[in-house]
């Protein structure tokens, strides 16, 4: 007597949404995901092994053809992380912005008013307000010529000082300084100063 066994109904997407996890799954293991490669490769590798994977689960794929097609892509995110540029510094997120005001208890009512911005920490004798709200986003300084953003801070990881000025000379050619205004800076080709600022 034959034995009638049930055939579960295939879910329209459901390959797909397999796939797409195998990949995510299979691109961090050979290294495709790496904070030198850009996010839009990534999606492209994974796009790529789903198709691999979802063509083997239809049978339209051997085993040894997926092994193979799978070491073709990892051997292209060598040469992606390989072909990477490398930089001296790791930069997490831009700390502030400094901007020259003419009125600073009007710039101060507007940061507060409009984007929920309290003072943090002020420098009364140079006219120097800080605002955010856990950390400083946006640095009041009531001075000539206003309306100009007079520099901006990067942070970056393992920030030493002396380090990064050696860095610096030494792979770009770039002289770091440090004043009131600006802090420990460069400038990059416009002539705008970059603050560079710990984590």
Known sequence: MAVMRAVRPRVPGAAVSRGRRIAVVVSRRIGAVDSRTGSAAV???ETVISDLVE???RGKLSRRQLIQGLTAVAGTAAAVRAGAQQT???????DHVSIQVT???RSIAFYREVFGLEILNEDVEN???RMGTTSV???LHAKEPT???DHFAISIENF??????????DEHGLTAEQNLDYGFYVRDPEGIPVQIMRT
Do not use: H, K, Y
């Open 43 to 45: 999606r492209a590798m």
């Open 127 to 129: 006219r120097i307000v």
């Open 55 to 57: 063509r083997f689960e």
């Open 88 to 94: 001296p510094f790791s930069s997490t997120r831009i």
């Open 160 to 169: 030493d000082q002396e380090a990064v000025t050696r860095t610096l000379l």
């Open 137 to 139: 986003l946006v640095s």
């Open 147 to 149: 309306g100009i953003v």
């Open 103 to 105: 009125d600073l208890p």
